[in-house]
């Protein structure tokens, strides 16, 4: 029975390299790449995906977790047209995300209509509360994935006396343009907040990070992680009061999708099993560079728990030295 909950989004990825290379399409999403990091450290039965699922997903999606021995019973299944989005990514790493859908890049209709209509879309293959299986509650840690704001804090808010830890990854299309007070009304219940720096960067004009962490946990939130990219991250929490930087892991990059889903489902992995922040916070770095070595989420639902127990050594015993 699982009792670290992912709850988000499947989707399929089209990822267009900076430098000539494959156009290539796999399946991807927050649900699946957040679990691919549980799953290096835990034991994947304990870890289950909720999610709803477009047309023609359920078996691939089926198969993917069966192999990764995640059980299969929070996919729900919805008569809708997958999110098919392209990441376009630049020379510097960073990437431009664009939803593929015919109807989501209608010519004919303006910015203000497309975008309405993709946060519609995204919505409804968002899950709810009611698509987690009742035999799963109460458990013990749920982590969710970027969501629109109607989903997340509904859900939230229900989660919160059904789940011992809730941790939240919050989505730029409302965290970044609200101040610390309003997200902690809105994600009232969450108890470790991880946004990535595109999500809080309007909360720091002067680039005071710690300061930022130090704001958001007088307005509630009792453990913080702000994941910074390729300059690591800052962490801090229960056992872990003053913010703490990690840095990012070594990793020879392939493909940069689900790193920060990575990092999210690798901490809430490394806190159910009783890790302090920081501790949580070097899983989380390692997970996410492994990811980034591989392309789509089948791949990342392969990878070795075995070698990133190793490389999380290595990388320990290295910045003892």
Request: glycine share 12%; aromatic share 6%.
């Amino acid at each position: 029975m699982p009792d670290l909950l992912v709850l988000g989004q499947v989707t399929v990825d089209h990822a267009v390299p900076a430098t000539p290379g494959p156009w290539r399409a796999s399946l991807g999403g927050n649900a699946l790449y957040a679990a691919a990091g549980a799953r290096l450290w835990c034991d994947p039965g304990r870890v289950g995906v909720v999610t709803r699922l477009g047309r023609g997903l359920a078996a691939d999606v089926t198969a993917i977790l069966g192999r990764a021995g995640l059980p299969t019973g929070g996919l729900t299944e919805v008569d809708a047209e997958p999110l098919i989005e392209w990441h376009l990514y630049e020379q510097d790493g960073s990437r431009r995300s664009f939803p593929r859908n015919a109807a989501l890049r209608d010519p004919t209709a303006d910015a203000a209509t497309l975008h309405q209509r993709y946060l519609a879309h995204l919505e409804g293959l968002s899950p709810t509360a009611a698509d987690i299986p009742r035999a799963w509650l109460p458990t013990r840690a749920v982590h969710v994935a970027p969501q629109v704001s109607a989903r997340h804090e509904s859900t939230i808010a229900w989660l919160a006396e059904r789940a011992d830890w809730v941790g939240v990854d919050p989505s730029p299309h409302y965290a970044s343009h609200l101040k610390e007070g309003r997200l902690m009304d809105m994600l009232r219940g969450v108890r470790a907040f991880l946004p990535s720096r595109a999500e809080v960067a309007h909360l720091v004009p002067d680039g005071d990070w710690v300061g930022l962490i130090g704001r958001l946990r007088e307005a509630g939130f009792e453990e913080v992680v702000v994941k910074l990219g390729g300059a690591g991250c800052l962490v801090a929490g229960p056992g872990v009061e003053s913010p703490r930087r990690i840095p990012a892991a070594s990793a020879d990059v392939v493909d940069l999708t689900g790193a920060g889903d990575a990092f999210c489902g690798a901490y809430a992995a490394a806190r159910l099993g009783g890790l302090d922040p920081l501790a949580a916070g070097r899983r989380g770095a390692i997970a996410a560079a492994m990811v980034i070595e591989c392309t789509g989420a089948a791949a990342a639902l392969a990878l070795s728990p075995d070698e990133a127990e190793r490389r999380l050594g290595a990388w320990i015993a290295g910045a003892q030295r």
